[in-house]
């Protein structure tokens, strides 16, 4: 069925039968939302919600944790395949097959090998007037696109109704001719298409088999109350399935030119902070300037194998103030990378396998538990029971991350909790489940990613 709507609304959208949309222009938790959802001299701030919290504008309370961990391995491995594979498995014809063979143009039938959806979510005002929408937030991610009516092909169930373009008066659809549209292929990992009447076609596909298909377009963005960008580029989804709960779409904020911090960076600065919450809690999402005061920083470092992820190098973990017993050479010959939708940290594997062995050793007066899905090291009880050692992820430059044992440890049921690291591949991820509570910011002008506890009091 997936296969039919991707080669169907490919063939619909390029030969002209589905026309562009337009080629011309919980009550208390709901006031805390647009309360705090502002922009001033300082930069734009969002509320920041965990999916499964109880002010989530756009649950994913349907989704059990095994099916999070099922997920999470589905996204680690769009992060494998994206940074592993060669350039060359990437090219795609859509381009000539649109000018010289229209009728046979399709977007790829099969999985990209970008990244799959965050999910932290947040809320953005679209359009002129402004509409609401929920949003997943996503640092691996470039484009950020929405559900739009009317949905041609697909849409996934969402908290609201759709977006609606013909209601917004400065809505136009983007050309085919244009810098932004040939910016796809950078972005999405996936070439841009062209409709009949020359409208640009994205397509943003995911390791975790989730894709969004439709016109590449610009509004105006608003934070809050206030406009906060003119002829913001996204794109109108009009065949959109997979993981993204309620959300009505996702928010971009990896490093390439059309991601929502990139667009914004001119005007605010190309800097942004959050604070991961806790489903029992409220965190923040701020794109501008910020206090360095407050963080412990380490190097953002280049990579050539993505230009838009954001980088990081690990040197050391202390367990109970004692250094694991691995090589410098086992941090530095995996790649790492830092992600807000990765729920499980991924270590090098002999760096997992001696964290495991310190841990089940201090925690050895503990019964031990089977394995839980990925998560391989686990006790009975709860986290909050456990008198867990400390553990300290140090950086590149000496810059240490003490984590509490709620970053540590996550309790899988009633009766087990289980460290919430894993082995990786080729790739090691600093996952959100390690981030919760702390305040972190990625100062991209600067080239350094900072961090400090109690981010989201």
Known sequence: MRVVFFLLFSLLLLSGVVSPLRDIPHSSCSSKLHEHQ???????????????????????QELSFSDVLQHDVLRVSGLTSRLTTTKHRHRHRASSLATNHPSLVSVPLTPGSSLGVGNYITKIGLGTPASYFSMVVDTGSSLTWLQCSPCRISCHDQSGPLFDPSASSTYHSVPCSSAECSGLQSATLNPSACSSSHVCIYEASYGDSSFSVGYLSKDTLTIGSSPALSGFTYGCGQDNE???????????????????????APKLGNAFSYCLPTMSSTGSLSIGSYDPSHFVFTPLVKSSLDNSLYFVKLSGIKVGGKVLSVPASTYSDTPTIIDSGTVITRLPPDVYTELSSAVSNALSKYPSAPAYSLLDTCFKGSAAGLAAPEVVVVFEGGAEWNLATRNVFIDVDDGTTCLAFASAGRVAIIGNRLQQTFKV?????????????GGCG
């Open 242 to 264: 997979g993981l993204f709960g309620h959300s009505a779409g996702l928010i971009g904020l990896a490093k390439d030119k059309l991601s929502l911090l990139s667009q914004l």
């Open 441 to 453: 910011v990625y100062d991209v002008a600067n080239s350094k990613l900072g961090f400090a506890a």
């Open 38 to 60: 502002h922009m001033n001299s300082s930069g734009v701030h969002f509320t920041l919600h965990h999916p499964r919290g109880p002010c989530s504008p756009a649950s994913l």
